[in-house]
């Protein structure tokens, strides 16, 4: 059997006296869930890879307003603290940045909020920015987004964290947390993989044929 | 054994009922993805060959990686068994009630007491709840809690997921009387 640990996730520190990010954004739980695949269709795979998932629940901040209501200035209070509690416990559930290959994020808001809700804490630069900056990657991050019940799973798409185009990486991991979002709250999630999908074997842009339609036409018909 | 998938799951609650839950909360579980080892048999009479030879693997892979993502003395904990849709509750049962799985949780918590479990069968996505009681007195009260779990494409029909499950403490904002006030 193999399988050894990676390394334990990280805790929020306070004994410094400084207000800790979790408190300031007031997110009253965070999930971390972390898989590795170890064997896949019968063998083990060509490299061992860890993905995970991070979730932080924390009160809708709109909550109430309407759609006129101007989103940005409390998206770039919280968000910044969200992209860093979560970078920071993926970097350390992953065993570093440097490790990480591929990246994502995602939002679920609750009930009683707007769908927009969820993406203006994570689709402007105070959160995509700074989880590209801490993972160390240069491409946009793909995302998933929702309106739910709490215990919703969200399966997060990943892709690589500088050529998004990198077919062997693209891959999700399914993020849920049992009891969010609450009617009032918002989940805020951020995912990695340290590598790519298990027997990754669909070739690449370098590989394929050209394909279009008018190639297509016998078969097509 | 072939083990597919290892999953590990840390909660971190830092509020309950709007209050601040300080030190923050820690729960933690790992689990193995593992095939049915009597997948494919029948009924078999006989499951102590499969317990001999898996059980104490088992237990000696898990303990050591819940202590490991709690990072923190465990003072509550609980087991899982939930097996795939083709095999039997009791292949699950076989698994972790014996002390050859669970005497490697005891000794890494410094537990004293049986571990609470959950055994089920479920499809994939099926979602179980880990029952935790106090490692060294099962009547302490405060730390009865459970911790919940899913893992999306697990058990298949023809395996069995096997977990741990550590906390750090009782439940954020435990206030009921002891069990000793009612006797």
């Given at each position: 059997m193999t399988g050894s640990p990676s390394t334990p996730t990280g805790r929020t520190c306070e004994s410094d006296g400084r207000m800790s990010t979790v408190t300031a954004a007031g997110v009253r739980k965070v999930t971390l869930y972390r898989e590795a695949v170890l064997s896949e269709a019968g063998s083990e795979p060509a490299e061992r890879v860890d993905r995970a998932a991070v979730a932080a629940v924390l009160p809708n901040p709109w909550l109430g307003t309407g759609p006129a209501t101007d989103l940005s200035g409390r998206a770039a209070?919280?968000?910044?603290?969200?992209?860093?509690?979560?970078?920071?416990?993926?970097?350390?559930?992953?065993?570093?940045?440097?490790?990480?290959?591929?990246?994502?994020?995602?939002?679920?808001?609750?009930?009683?909020?707007?769908l927009e809700h969820a993406g203006a804490l994570i689709?402007?630069?105070?959160?995509?920015?700074?989880?590209?900056?801490?993972?160390?990657?240069?491409?946009?991050?793909?995302?998933?987004?929702a309106r739910a019940?709490?215990?919703?799973?969200?399966?997060?798409?990943?892709?690589?964290?500088?050529?998004?185009?990198?077919?062997?990486?693209?891959q999700t991991i399914a993020a849920r947390v049992s009891d969010a979002p609450r009617a009032d709250e918002v989940v805020v999630i951020a995912a990695a993989s340290t590598g790519p999908r298990p027997h990754a074997r669909i070739g690449d842009r370098t590989t394929d044929p050209v394909v279009t339609a008018d190639n297509l036409e016998s078969s097509l018909t | 054994?072939?083990?597919?998938?290892?999953?590990?799951?840390?909660?971190?609650?830092?509020?309950?009922?709007?209050?601040?839950?300080?030190?923050?909360?820690?729960?933690?579980?790992?689990?193995?993805?593992?095939?049915?080892?009597?997948?494919?048999?029948?009924?078999?009479?006989?499951?102590?060959?499969?317990?001999?030879?898996?059980?104490?693997?088992?237990?000696?892979?898990?303990?050591?990686?819940?202590?490991?993502?709690l990072d923190a003395p465990a003072e509550a904990y609980g087991k899982a068994a939930i097996v795939g849709l083709s095999g039997e509750v009791e292949h699950g049962s076989a698994l972790i009630h014996t002390l050859k799985f669970g005497d490697h949780f005891r000794k890494a918590a410094n537990a004293t007491t049986l571990l609470p479990a959950v055994e089920k069968r479920g499809p994939a996505g099926v979602v179980f709840d880990v029952p935790l009681k106090h490692v060294t007195d099962a009547t302490i009260r405060?730390?009865?809690?459970?911790?919940?779990?899913?893992?999306?494409?697990?058990?298949?029909?023809?395996e069995i997921v096997v977990a741990l499950a550590a906390a750090a403490q009782g439940r954020p904002q435990q206030r009921l009387a002891s069990l000793s006030t009612e006797q």
């Open positions: 209070t919280i968000a910044p603290l969200l992209a860093k509690l979560l970078t920071d416990r993926l970097i350390e559930a992953l065993g570093g940045a440097d490790r990480i290959e591929a990246f994502g994020k995602a939002a679920l808001v609750g009930t009683a909020g707007e689709h402007t630069p105070y959160f995509g920015n700074l989880v590209r900056e801490f993972l160390d990657g240069e491409s946009i991050i793909c995302f998933a987004d019940e709490a215990g919703e799973a969200l399966i997060v798409p990943m892709w690589h964290k500088t050529h998004a185009a990198t077919r062997s990486h693209y | 054994m072939r083990v597919r998938k290892i999953v590990t799951i840390v909660e971190e609650i830092r509020s309950e009922g709007g209050r601040e839950v300080f030190p923050t909360a820690r729960v933690a579980v790992v689990a193995a993805v593992i095939p049915n080892p009597w997948a494919g048999q029948g009924f078999v009479e006989d499951l102590q060959p499969g317990i001999d030879a898996h059980a104490s693997d088992l237990g000696a892979l898990l303990a050591p990686q819940v202590m490991a993502a405060s730390h009865h809690q459970t911790v919940e779990v899913r893992i999306a494409d697990a058990p298949h029909p023809d």
